[in-house]
């Protein structure tokens, strides 16, 4: 799939590659604690928000390439709605889904793919389902360590390693200021500027 990626149109390899990695990361896995720093690292034991915003910045390395942005979050009863930005704020791609309506679309550019739901159109746009019940989890540091790596193997047997970094509390919420994942000649890398529960 990787190949299908890098051999792809250059404009659409930061978007493609981006949904790739992140679908890849927050799809179906089974998380296994490993600790690399001292057992005084926190927990994220607080109450896990179903709504929230979060603006932040994301890179992804692939091998010498590197792409990078930023990403805008919006999760609501009704609506998902993920914007992913150039580094100066150009509007790059939009991820968005419907959940009254059961419609999931992407656009970039005049282009748009539409499927019944996130998990339908990345499975159907790149062979896996992003699971983005997982990511605003991991966000919040839920099922993480302040400071720790987690290993996160895959049904395909994909070896990830992941690290939520500084806790930030929010009234009853928390989230990681930053996230790592790393597998192989892949890092993501997710800086949150703001994180809000709403």
């Not at 089974?30 to 979060?54: H, I, N």
């Not at 009853?172 to 200021?177: D, N, P, R």
Request: proline letters at 3%.
């Amino acid at each position: 799939m990787i190949d299908f990626l890098r051999s792809a149109d250059r404009r659409r390899f930061p978007t493609y590659i981006l949904i790739f990695v992140l679908a890849t990361l927050f799809g179906c896995t089974t998380a296994l604690k490993v600790p690399t720093a001292p057992t005084t690292s926190r927990t994220a034991d607080g109450k896990l928000a179903e709504q929230f915003s979060l603006t932040g910045r994301i890179s992804v390395r692939v091998g010498d390439k590197i792409d990078s942005g930023q990403i805008r979050w919006q999760r609501t009863v009704r609506e998902e709605r993920i914007g992913l930005y150039s580094p100066l704020g150009s509007q790059v791609a939009e991820l968005v889904s419907d959940k009254s309506a059961g419609t999931a679309k992407l656009r970039q550019g005049k282009e748009m793919l539409t499927a019944a739901s996130v998990a339908d159109l990345t499975q159907s746009l790149l062979g896996v389902p992003l699971d983005l019940d997982r990511l605003a989890a991991w966000v919040q540091g839920q099922g993480l360590l302040e400071n720790q790596s987690v290993n996160v193997e895959f049904a395909n047997g994909d070896k990830w390693q992941v690290t939520a970094e500084s806790f930030q509390v929010v009234g009853k919420h928390q989230f990681a200021s930053r996230v790592i994942a790393t597998s192989k000649d892949i890092v993501v890398r997710l800086v949150v500027d703001e994180w809000l529960p709403e």
